[in-house]
């Protein structure tokens, strides 16, 4: 037998060119990106709200000589209130730790990878809880054919329902729809999108996908939620979904936070938490000398606010 061995010569060793690990896009994630963001001072506050159908009346009159016209007015609310709840999450980094790590490990850039996906997890999440569920808008609707159903189901129509509906009760258009990733996935393959993108030279991939449909809807933009979670405790055995479930949403979002400007809603980030910056997530290290240690720290406080009901259309478990 030939000498010396395999294991003789070679002993393993970590790879420096590459490791493993499972790091979300950060486009998976559209809280940041589905409602217009406020920096906001305050941790809470009101915000005042004007009486939709006092704008909606036509109440102007003939006026006739040496008489005053008609007039009127509107009512104003100041019961809207936000309250940013802080969250944080922090990875420890023991100075033995980071004195014996091999190459490629880097305790510091993990610690930080590590934490900022788990401030985004929960801010999808968050998000998801009051804005991506049953009971939030003034429609919600399952079609009566699922869009997986290619021979009987018209998304296209069911979406111009939706566009309709908003338009009809509030005069803005919708400009915005979320779909979970289950949902875009169907609505790729649909023969009416196939159909229509073929004729016009679009192009069938993933990363045009949004772009197409939103060119087909008639929409600003079309945002595809691919956040997932593990929903089972630490030591359990994981369970892997997808943050939004099988559902939708159409509705009309401010270009921009103003002044008498109404937004299906807005995410309100408190600056107490990001020095002052107003950031999506506030990330800050520090040392604490008891522990040998340095804290990787995430903060953030926000309020995904629904702020109008009516600006909204909810398209719940629409494929199979």
């Known amino acids: 037998m030939p000498q010396p061995y395999l294991t003789q010569v070679h002993v393993d060793a970590p790879l420096t060119m590459m490791s493993v690990a499972y790091i979300q ?40 000589l040496s008489q005053e016209s008609a007039g009127g007015g509107y009512n104003i609310d100041h019961s809207g209130q936000y309250l940013c709840v802080p ?28 934490v900022t996906q788990r401030m985004l997890l929960r801010q999808e999440r968050a998000w998801v809880a009051n804005n991506f569920v049953t009971g939030k808008w003034s429609v919600d609707k ?78 600003k933009q079309v945002l595809v939620a691919k956040a997932v979670v593990n929903s089972a405790a630490e030591g359990a055995t994981a369970v892997y979904g997808f943050t939004h479930g099988k559902n939708a949403l159409l509705c009309h ?19 107490g938490v990001s020095q002052n910056l107003g950031a999506n997530v506030a990330i800050k290290r520090f040392r604490m000398e008891w522990l040998n240690s340095d804290r990787v720290e995430g903060n953030m406080a926000f309020d995904h606010k629904l702020i109008a009901r009516d600006l909204g259309y909810f398209f719940s478990n629409v494929v199979a």
């Open 142 to 219: 399952t079609p009566t054919a699922l869009w997986s159903d290619y021979a009987a189901s018209n998304p296209i129509e069911d979406i111009e329902d939706g566009k309709e509906s908003i338009l009809s009760t509030t005069g803005f258009e919708a400009n915005t729809l979320v779909l979970a990733y289950p949902v875009v996935r169907k609505l790729r393959n649909h023969p009416d999108f196939v159909d229509r993108i073929k004729y016009t030279g679009g192009i069938l991939d993933q990363i045009q996908t949004e772009k197409n449909l939103a060119a087909l809807f008639g929409l």
């Open 253 to 271: 979002v401010a270009d921009s936070p103003g002044i008498m400007t109404p937004s299906a809603g807005y995410t309100f980030m408190w600056k």
């Open 25 to 64: 896009d950060h486009n998976n994630f559209v809280a940041a990106r589905a409602f217009p963001i406020i920096p906001v001072e305050k941790q809470s506050d009101i915000y005042f709200t004007y009486d939709k159908d006092d704008w909606f009346r036509d109440e102007a009159a003939p006026r006739g």
């Open 87 to 114: 969250f944080g999450f922090h990875k420890d980094i023991d100075d033995r730790v980071r004195a014996n790590a091999d190459s490629p490990l880097s305790p510091d850039r993990e610690a930080t990878e590590f």
